[in-house]
């Protein structure tokens, strides 16, 4: 009897290192996977912080250009605001473009627990302009797709009447027989 129990303790503890193996394994590649899904949504995050700085940037161009348009003219007020708005948003796309996506997380983290109104408020409207920019571009997409590729009108085949004579096999028809035949009476 204790020869079977020795050989059933060597057989649970192989059994043992076995698994305390797979565990350490599993856990390694599940560490290398995480740092890979950790790196990939850094770079896509990175990607859309240069997207959006660059949306700024346009957005602050084009109330530059409002500013310059409205300056020699009776809205130098108006001007004025667009100018300032403008820098604003040129000297913010500028500072978004220069941070690594890390400050920025952090950034908005602490201001997430310094002012957590305005922090909500800040996310439902973004949460909001994002899903109006998405519900636009699948409709302009819907739109795209439902319009005519090409402007050209294609001949389409027609079944051959000749002599008042309807006749399926030229259409396609896999009945036998001619089908109508004789006279129609145009009404």
Do not use: C, W
Request: glycine share 10%; proline share 3%.
């Amino acid at each position: 009897m204790s020869q079977v129990g020795s050989q059933a303790k060597e057989h649970l503890d192989a059994v043992k290192s076995r698994a305390a193996e797979d565990v350490r394994n599993l856990g390694e590649e599940a560490k290398a996977k995480a740092g890979e899904v950790t790196e990939k949504a850094k770079s896509f995050a990175s990607e859309q912080k240069d997207l959006a700085a660059g949306q700024i940037s346009g957005v602050a161009s084009a109330l530059d250009k409002v500013a310059n348009e409205l300056e020699g003219t009776e809205q130098q007020t108006i001007a004025r605001y667009a100018r300032d708005i403008s820098r604003s948003l040129s000297d913010f796309g500028r500072q978004i473009e220069n941070r690594d996506v890390d400050d920025l997380m952090g950034a908005a983290q602490d201001f997430g627990r310094k002012q957590p109104v305005a922090f909500l408020g800040a996310a439902a409207l973004a949460g909001f302009v994002a899903s109006r920019f998405a519900a636009a571009s699948a409709h302009r997409r819907s739109t795209a797709q439902s319009q005519p590729q090409s402007s050209t009108v294609q001949p389409v085949e027609t079944p051959s009447y000749s002599n008042n004579t309807y006749k399926p096999e030229s259409a396609g028809s896999t009945t036998t027989g001619n089908g109508y035949s004789g006279q129609t009476g145009g009404v």
